[in-house]
């Protein structure tokens, strides 16, 4: 089954592609190494002038430190998860930044959302929970884009719980 065209031909309660959020662009990556090292090498060259020459390379070190950081930042933003909700079943796929995908299939009718509300920074974590396990989601979002997930999600269990409506025409 793939989750963007369902073969079991029924309607799609809920579907979700949550990702993390990077407020970085390519550009703007771009731009903060070229100042980092434009008063990297500044400083460096400072140092340089008044005979503290070794000084120069920790700063060339510092520029390849934050570059290192930045990419393994990028990397992980290549994980992502998939939640998709028809009346019959509840998949969830998580896909690694390496692209290792772990996939659950719950029943909905017996699936339920727990909750771990922080009383000053609202909601931390999201499961799901069926036959006594518990499968940690959403765990890319924010506090309220959390609540916002879950309370779609709430809504989407629901309605699979209360099964297909018939529509009466006269």
Same mark, same amino acid.
């Given at each position: ?16 592609? &949550? ?12 731009? /903060? ?29 510092? $520029? ?24 019959? $079943?509840?998949? $969830? ?7 290792? $995908? ?14 771990? &509300? ?50 009466? /025409?006269?």
């Amino acid at each position: 089954m793939t989750l963007d065209n369902d073969d079991t031909g029924e309607p799609t309660l809920f579907s979700a592609i &949550i990702t993390p959020y990077r407020s970085l662009s390519g550009t703007g990556f771009v731009i /903060v190494m070229v100042l980092f090292g434009a008063v990297s090498f500044a400083a460096g060259v400072f140092f340089l002038t008044l005979g503290a020459w070794p000084v120069m390379g920790f700063f060339g070190l510092d $520029v390849l430190l934050l570059y290192w950081a930045f990419q393994l930042n990028y990397r992980d933003a290549a994980a992502y998860e998939e939640v998709h909700v028809v009346p019959s $079943v509840l998949t $969830v796929r998580q896909v690694s930044r390496r692209g290792h $995908v772990r996939e659950w299939k719950l029943n909905p009718v017996w699936a339920r959302l727990d909750r771990e &509300i922080h009383e000053e920074f609202g909601l931390q974590h999201l499961f799901l929970v069926s036959h006594g396990k518990r499968l940690s989601i959403a765990s890319f979002l924010g506090p309220q884009e959390k609540e916002s997930f879950a309370n779609a999600l709430a809504a989407a269990l629901g309605a699979a719980r209360r099964g297909p409506t018939r529509a009466v /025409v006269e």
